[in-house]
Nanobody
Framework: QVQLVESGGGLVQAGGSLRLSCAAS????????MGWFRQAPGKEREFVAS???????????DYSDSMKGRVTISRDNAKNTVYLQMNSLKPEDTAIYYC??????????????????WGQGTQVTVSS
């Protein structure tokens, strides 16, 4: 099983940017699709973005209050790392952000239950 460690979270003012990283250990991310999710206090975990291994296709949440248009997911397979670039951050983006790995490399799924491995999360706090 792959171990995932997120980093890059922190406190940022509204309108600012952060880049989250998700580094893998134990095995490479070859043949894994990767996803980013977030969970705010009192809310369910929600999908943010995903990227497949095959063709590197990306998917973003379509919910009206999602981060679509403000985030970019990418992966550096040589570094065994996945990134989430977040721009124009809002206070409502405050949450713990998790990365996850899916052993179906073509599946950029939004369903958290389809991911096999999870990191411990990194806190993102956006002040107004």
């Amino acid at each position: 099983q792959v171990q995932l460690v997120e980093s890059g979270g922190g406190l940022v003012q509204a309108g600012g940017s952060l880049r989250l990283s998700c580094a893998a250990s134990g095995r490479t991310l070859d043949n894994y699709a990767m996803g980013w999710f977030r969970q705010a206090p009192g809310k369910e975990r929600e999908f943010v973005a995903s990227i497949t291994w095959t063709a590197g296709r990306t998917y973003y949440s379509d919910y009206s209050d999602s981060m679509k248009g403000r985030v970019t997911i990418s992966r550096d397979n040589a570094k065994n790392t996945v990134y989430l670039q977040m721009n124009s951050l809002k206070p409502e983006d405050t949450a713990i952000y998790y990365c996850a790995a899916n052993r179906a490399p073509w599946r950029g799924t939004q369903s958290a239950t389809e991911y096999d491995s999870w990191g411990q999360g990194t806190q993102v706090t956006v002040s107004s």
